[in-house]
């Protein structure tokens, strides 16, 4: 990365109107789409999959994020990245840090209050930088309202895409970091308005920050990070056959798992035993530092009979590593081919780790820590595709217990691989690109000069 007039640009790329790519899109004209989304890996990665397939189509993609995740992006021909606000680095690992700690209210207001300073520095700075660009649309995550806010003052076409469980208005549906089972009934409705009223009183700080931008920006009354989604288009990743139960909608697309094709098939660091079974332990980029909850689940493993891989994406020191007695501990591993070795997999319940195991049709032990995390797992339980355990029952016996009957019962396995091959037919990053198009097209119009979507209305 280098700067150029005061902003961050990839070394490859002089100029993002200078891209052509060769493979460009016969239905839709060159589009100038800004990327904004919040600075987590996880949803990164999603973005840069999606962003990868646009710049395939021949559109561009500048990347709006906060100061400090510049460096959290891959660089590659057709994508510019910006950043807003003062921040650095240091100041984001942080900010992420207490975000993954979950926990109590206090934490959550903290997580709340952080979200609101990245949503301010957003409003604040991206307006001016998409007029500067030439943006003909935005392409926003679900979790970041400021994609919103500035999508409507700029009177640009606006997409949501969700990297965690969707944001929703069914009042059926507990609220995504909830783990609530499913109940339609009047009591259930009655509960999850009690979630809704908590919530409010929790987002506060968030919702408030939205209020003030909306007046600023002399919008309609927004007062929530539902009231800042697209009106046109929703994507997300969840496919229908694994959420609870929801009346369709011509909004909301599940497109599955947005990843990147990968080629061949992987050499996994570990043979597998023919005999015993093999389970797969994974908490992802944030969780992977809980050191005593992994010597937990390899001490579980040994009860029951099975081997262990853990995997702690980098959060743990050699030495740390070393005193977890399990099969292999490694930082990283490619995570669907060993999915497809394993037998269960024990998961935070992130979406993405979710979504591979289901595709590979492996049952999962859930323990959620955080964000979304609790929904995701109340699914695995509700279709049968695992087991859950929460903060304060993460014993060895407990583990052990839920183990053995993930490995013995045939149904969990049974209702994985069912679900499974929804995932695996959902379409993924070349579904939500065309839909992106689509979208694009139902506001634009079809008739268009190249390159000159919505500047007139700037």
Known sequence: MEWRAGRLWPKNVATAASFKSPVASKCVPMTRFAVVCPPYYSHLRLF????????????TIHFI??????????????IVVH??????????????????????????LRTVRDSARLTDELCRGAPALCRDLRIDAIIGDQMEP?????????????????????????????????????????AGLKRNRGGVMVADLLLARQNRTIARWAETFQLSERRSLADCLSPTCQIGQMVDSFDFPRQPSPVRHGVGPIRPMRGGAPTLPIRRDPVRPL??????????????????????CRL????????????????????????????????????????????????????DALEAGKPMLAMPMAFDQPGVAARIVHHGVGERLTRGHLSVRSIASRLERLLIQASFTDNARRIGNDVARAGGSALAADLIEAALKASMGEERPEGHGMHGRH
Not at 48 to 58: F, I, K, S
């Open 83 to 108: 950043e807003v606000g003062r921040r650095s680095r240091d100041d984001l690992d942080r900010l992420t840090t207490r975000a993954a700690a979950g926990g109590g209210p206090l934490s959550v």
């Open 279 to 300: 389970v797969f332990a994974s908490f992802g980029t944030l969780q992977g530092h809980r050191l005593r909850l992994f010597r937990r689940i390899a001490e579980a």
């Open 146 to 186: 400021g994609a919103g806010l500035v999508a409507s003052h700029l009177r640009l076409p606006l997409v949501s895409v969700a990297s965690a469980l969707p944001v929703h208005d069914d009042p059926s549906v507990p609220l995504p970091f909830l783990g609530w089972p499913y109940d339609a009934s009047e």
């Open 48 to 59: 840069e999959t999606l962003a990868a397939e646009l710049v395939r189509r021949g559109h």
């Open 304 to 355: 029951v009979g099975a081997d262990c891989v853990v995997a702690h994406c980098g959060r743990l020191g050699p030495s740390e590593a070393a005193t977890i007695d399990a099969a292999l501990v490694t930082d990283f591993v490619p995570q669907q081919a060993m999915l497809r070795e394993a037998d269960v997999c024990v998961t935070h319940a992130g979406m993405n780790t979710v979504l």
């Open 65 to 78: 994020v906060n100061g400090g995740a510049a460096g959290m992006i891959a660089e590659a021909p057709g």
